[in-house]
């Protein structure tokens, strides 16, 4: 196994709930990229609605995050 574990477990994850996943977090990638200085663009939130509903009940969502960078 890699070290990159989201990838890992993204695999095995079903068509839907990837595209859910892929959706969300290039939502967050794209939001960074169109203000990178903006400190606010570049935190996320576990409570937030989108990680909160779009990644952490998803196998390997919430690790793609930490794979991102985010701390």
């Known amino acids: 196994m890699s070290n990159l574990?989201?990838?890992e477990r993204?695999?095995?994850t079903p068509n839907e709930e990837?595209?859910?996943i892929c959706q969300t977090l290039?939502?967050?990638v794209e939001n960074i990229l169109a203000d990178?200085?903006?400190i606010d663009r570049r935190r996320v939130y576990l409570d937030s609605?989108?990680?909160a509903l779009k990644l952490m009940p998803y196998n390997g969502g919430l690790e793609m995050l930490?794979?991102?960078g985010f701390q």
């Open 36 to 38: 990178p200085n903006n």
């Open 66 to 68: 930490f794979e991102f």
């Open 49 to 51: 609605e989108d990680v």
């Open 26 to 28: 290039l939502k967050i």
């Open 18 to 20: 990837k595209k859910i």
């Open 10 to 12: 993204i695999k095995d």
């Open 5 to 7: 574990l989201g990838f």
